[in-house]
């Protein structure tokens, strides 16, 4: 069934911060098996410019899917999670996630689709530091499958 | 900012080091306990064969960090990447053969867009088949 289309540009409270550990991103870099400096050694981060070891670009995306949870979740909704599958990714920085961010993420719903019986959603991360400045927002594309008949 | 090049000595066409990055089981694994992300399709091929996939497939967010690192490691500072966005066009299929997957990945300049960005257009292929598809990435040279 076609998802509520009055569900397009709503927007859901800011999350509790989400506090980026230096081992955090240590273990995310390790995971996708990338040695860069800038991730682990805060002197080559700082001969970088930046005041902390920062993250791997798609290290957000943990926490803005988590937060596009409470969208996807939404029993008013009506998503089936189980056939979603991801389209699309995307991000646009002002500048790199670092240790000791305390971020918060405002999730908006920006389109609702219906194409050949798949629902089709598009959701927008606002993430922000502490301070309120904007650090990167992410663009979710979420597909749900239809469901086989009989 | 810390970029490897200058602005203007990076031409349209500047081709970036292939890379192959293998992806195995154990390999999944650890990047589901490091995202968070433990939807049973990345590790489990009981419940990937019930939703109708052939095998245990790489977490889509898997293969997008993969191909940024050709990006992050011609530029050198991974902070110089303003915007990345991919569609995920083929999942990567990951079998318990004790060899797994491999993932190509190139790119190339496809832009100067002024204020020293330039824009990277990458491909990653897997098994012979293009895995991402409008995959790119505007990164802020020196």
Known sequence: MALDQSFVGRTYPPTAPYEVGREKIREFAEAIGDANPAYTDPGAAGRLGHPDVIAPPTFVFAITFKAAGEVVEDPQLGLDYSRVVHGDQRFAYTRPVRAGDRLTVTSTIEAIKSLAGNDILDIRGEVHDEAGEHVVTAWTKLVARAAEEG | ?142
């Open chain 2, 1 to 142: 900012m810390a970029a490897k090049f200058a602005y203007e000595d990076v031409e349209v066409g500047t081709e970036l080091p292939v890379r192959t990055f293998p992806v195995t089981r154990a390999v999944l694994v650890r990047y589901a306990g490091a995202s968070g992300d433990f939807n049973p399709i990345h590790w489990n091929e009981r419940f990937a064969r019930e939703v109708g996939l052939p095998d245990v497939i790489a977490h889509g967010m898997f293969t997008m960090a993969e191909a940024a690192r050709v990006v992050t490691d011609w530029v050198g500072d991974p902070g110089a990447v303003v915007e990345y966005g991919v569609r995920f066009t083929k999942p990567v299929v990951v079998p318990d053969d004790g060899e797994g997957a491999v993932i190509e990945v190139g790119g190339k300049v496809a832009a100067r867009l002024g204020g020293n960005l330039v824009r990277v257009d990458l491909t990653a292929v897997s098994a012979g088949q293009k895995v991402l598809g409008m995959s790119r990435a505007v990164v802020r040279l020196a």
